[in-house]
Each structure stands twice: as structure tokens, then as C-alpha cells.
């Protein structure tokens, strides 16, 4: 794994997902013991990118972290029961058994088991299901940002939106998540057509946040950031789609992976998942304009 690529999927880990886990709906309190865990999770994932690849320390130390991802993920599968249960009022029928806002959620809560899972495999230097150390190293980052940020701010965004295109969003993004990664199996079209669905959603979570977010944010800190945010995915979603294009057609220009891990994977780090969930924890702290 490169340093640069190292210090994407650290600052997932011990910033990122900690910060979130803060901004997701829990009524029945079952995130706070896992959301104090993790940092320590994450500084222990952190730790194992400085060792050797192969080493066994490393291996445990990524091991500490899927574990915690593991336990998100089953809570993840417990709030799914619950939801569908509940019923959740009038929003839920049987041709929409989940709610857009849910779907997203549920989305963001089991991304980071993907994410460790692929850590402990590069740790180990083992090729899960046949894929390469690039491979997983792309993929602990992807699923920190474009699965767990990605999905969350998704469902944010639905949850304070009333607008379809919001809704529209919070089911998008989460599709477009699977069907990326399920190109990673079945081929370089499916793949493209999940980067087209992904970059259509975030860029609807775009447009929902500058348009409607930031401008009910009652902090002026909080709409600078929301509207950082906004940009820059809608630059990095540009970037990733025109990357899956040239992946299917050689002439389509597109940057190589380092540069798209310099450009593509630090601005949605920083000025899209950073920017924008602390323009998230802002709002909950500060009254609305409304």
C-alpha cells in the first residue's frame, strides 16, 4: 500500500468513520458503545499499515479493526429487522419495503466491513477472491469514502431534504456502490454503469446540499463547508466517471491510479467526507435558520 493511499484509508478509520457513526439516526442507542470503540479500532488499523505487509502483528492489528466493522455490520442487520418490522409509518409498503433514508444508512453501516476485510487481506498479502494488493488497498479506501461517507451524507440529506431528489439520491448512491463493486467480478461494464449511477446520486447530494443544506445551515461555518463539499464532489464524481470510462474505451481520457489516489481520492477525503460531515456535526450543535 502507498503512503498516500496509507494515509487515505488511516484518516477513514480514525476520523471519519467516528465522526459519522456521531451523525447517524439511533433512537434505541445502539451506536454509542460501538462509536467509542472505534477510534481505538482505528488507530489500531492505523498502527498496522506501518508494518511490513505479511507480518503477523499487522494481520491482528487490521483484525482488531474488521472486528469492529463486523459489529457495525450486525447492527446494521438489526436495524434492517427492526425497520421492517416497525414499518415506519406510511412510507413503507410492500413495494418499498425501506424507506430511501434507510436504505442509505443500512448502506454506510455495512461499507466498513468491506473495507476491513480488504485491509486484512493486504495486510496479510493474500488475494481475497483473487484480487491483487492494489486491489485491496483501493478498496479499504473506496469503502471508507465512496461506501461509508458516500451512503451516510446520502442519508442525511434525505432525512432533512423534502424534495424527491434527495430520496432520489439516498437510493442512487447505494445502488451505484453495488454495482461498482460487483464489476469488480463481472467486468469493466458493469463497473462503468455503476460509476454512472454513483456520480449521478452524489451529484444530486450536490446539488440537494448547496441548494437546500447550506442554505438552512444556521452557521456561517457550516455552510463554507457544506458548499466545499458540494464542489468538490461534483469534481471528484467527474473524475471517477471519465477513470471507469477509460477502463471500457481506451479512448477516453482518464488520469492513471497514482493520480487519481493524488487528486480524486485527497479531494473526496478531505474536500468532500472531512468538509462535509463536520458541516453535518455543525448543524446538529447550531439552530436552524428555519
Known amino acids: 500500500m502507498t503512503v498516500l493511499v496509507g494515509a487515505i484509508v488511516a484518516l477513514g ?11 447517524l439516526d439511533d433512537d434505541e442507542r445502539r451506536l454509542g458503545p460501538v462509536g467509542q470503540v472505534w477510534p481505538l479500532a482505528g488507530a489500531l488499523g492505523t498502527l498496522s499499515l506501518l508494518l511490513d505487509r505479511g507480518a503477523w502483528f499487522a494481520v491482528a492489528l487490521a483484525g482488531c479493526y474488521a472486528a469492529v466493522a463486523g459489529w457495525l455490520a450486525v447492527l446494521a442487520l438489526a436495524r434492517l429487522v427492526r425497520v ?70 446520502a442519508a442525511l440529506v434525505a432525512a432533512t431534504t423534502p424534495r424527491p431528489a434527495a430520496d432520489v439520491a439516498a437510493l442512487t448512491v447505494p445502488t451505484g456502490i453495488a454495482l461498482v463493486f460487483a464489476g469488480h467480478f463481472t467486468g ?10 454513483l456520480t449521478a446520486g452524489m451529484w444530486l447530494v450536490a446539488w440537494t446540499t448547496w441548494r437546500d443544506v447550506a442554505s438552512a445551515a444556521g452557521d456561517r461555518t457550516a455552510r463554507a463547508l457544506f458548499r466545499v463539499s458540494a464542489v468538490v464532489l461534483v469534481l471528484t464524481m ?32 478531505i474536500g468532500f467526507a472531512l468538509c462535509g460531515l463536520l458541516a453535518w456535526r455543525r448543524v446538529q450543535r447550531t439552530p436552524s435558520r428555519r
Open 13 to 23: 478509520m480514525v476520523v471519519i468513520v467516528p465522526l459519522g457513526l456521531r451523525l
Open 84 to 153: 421492517v418490522r416497525a414499518g415506519r409509518g406510511e412510507v413503507v409498503t410492500r413495494q418499498n419495503p425501506l424507506p430511501p433514508v434507510e436504505v442509505a444508512a443500512l448502506t454506510a453501516m455495512v461499507s466498513p466491513a468491506v473495507a476491513a476485510s480488504s485491509l486484512v487481506a493486504e495486510r496479510g498479502g493474500w488475494e481475497l477472491l483473487g484480487f491483487g494488493m492494489t486491489t485491496q488497498a483501493l478498496t479499504a479506501a473506496h469503502f471508507h469514502y465512496a461506501g461509508f461517507a458516500a451512503a451516510l451524507v
Open 238 to 269: 467527474a473524475l471517477a466517471l471519465s477513470w471507469a470510462a477509460g477502463q471500457v474505451g481506451d479512448a477516453v481520457p482518464h488520469l492513471s491510479l497514482s493520480w487519481m489516489a493524488a487528486t480524486h481520492g485527497v479531494a473526496n477525503a
Open 188 to 197: 469493466d461494464g458493469v463497473e462503468l454503469a455503476g460509476a454512472v449511477v
